[in-house]
Structure formats: structure tokens, C-alpha cells
């Protein structure tokens, strides 16, 4: 696990955001896993980026917004050179860069919206594990533990990517479910 304590006391508070998948529990999903090379989609400041490297080989992290402190992340860390960080201008040049990689697990968590997650599940799903987070998305402010996106209508339901996706759509492929977060694997057989 990465030294939360001391990114904090490094880059201040902030760098912890708490929609950092870090603080949702990434690292205990990630318990003894093992990849060579990982695609993220959606870096933030690097967080999830550094813990995915402690499981793999290499990461390659891509996001839409340019932060430099992610480098400083990955120095600070001593992760540098075992993790490229692309910013791409659009989704153009990401599926460009993503065709062009050769990975064995994604992990997605840049858009959550519907559109955008069919689109990221398209351009990963080849490698056939893919890690969602903001599965499922809570839907419903008055009970926060129900996730009812069957019970609203589609202009409500704009950040609910991975739950319609997984229980909507149910994509071929084994499905394993531990929110906030998802797994979607096809078996070879
Ligand atoms: C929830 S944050 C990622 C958090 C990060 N994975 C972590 O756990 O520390 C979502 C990120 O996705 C990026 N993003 C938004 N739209 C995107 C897109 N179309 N493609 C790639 N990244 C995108 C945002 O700029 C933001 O940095």
C-alpha cells in the first residue's frame, strides 16, 4: 500500500481527495493481485496510478487534465519510470494510445456517465479483466445504501456508468461485485 501518511505530509491534504479511489478501498481489492501491465483510465493525482504499480510490472495511466504534481507523486513514491502518465486531448488520441498497448487488466475510472463508460469498456476490454469503480452508483439520496437506477428515468441516472453497465447490460463475462467497485473478467476456457 502506498504511504498515505507521508504523500500527506508531503503535498498537503489535498493530494488525499476523497475521490481518490485510494480511500474507497482500492488497495484491499487489490490484495494479492499480480498483473504485468495495467491500463488506468483516469488518473486524478496519481493515487490509484502508484497502488496499481505495487501489483504489476508497468502502468500506464491517461487522463483528460494535465497535473504535474503527479509526477512529484510518482518521485516521491519511487515509482518513476515504472509508470507512464499520457494526457491526452481528447478521445481521439486515447483510444489512438490505447489500441497501440498491449495490457492485462484496465482499470476505469474516468467517466462514469453512460456514453463514456460503454466508450472506455470498448476501447480496454480486450484484455479481458477490467476493474470498474463507482459500481454501483448510489442513485438514491434517500437511502444511500439502496442502488436503485432501475427506479429512475435516464436524465437522473448521468453517473451511474458502471452499475447500468454491469447490471444493465450484463457484458459477456464473469462478474464479481464488491462496491464501490467491480470486477468484469471472461474465462478462457
Ligand atoms: C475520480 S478521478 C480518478 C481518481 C483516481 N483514479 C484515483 O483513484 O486516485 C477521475 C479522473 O478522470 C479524469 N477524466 C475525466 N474524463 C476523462 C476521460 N474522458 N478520459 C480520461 N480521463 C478522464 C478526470 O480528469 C479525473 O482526473
Redesign the pocket.
Known sequence: MIDMDGLIARFGPAIA?F????MHG?PHILDGMRFKSVV??????????AELAMHCDHVTT????D?PVVDEVFAFLGLTGKIDRVV?KD?AE?AKIIDGLTFDMA?L???HGRA?LLW?FALTRRCGCLLF?DYPKVVNPGDPEVYGWRQYPPELLVGDGAGFLLDGIVPAGVIERHPPFAWWRVINA
Open positions: 481527495d475521490s481518490s479511489t485510494i482500492l488506468e483510465i483516469g488518473t486524478m493525482n496519481g493515487l490509484s496510478a491517461i487522463d483528460v487534465i497535473r491526452v478521445e486515447k482499470f475510472d474516468g467517466q463514456g472506455d469503480h
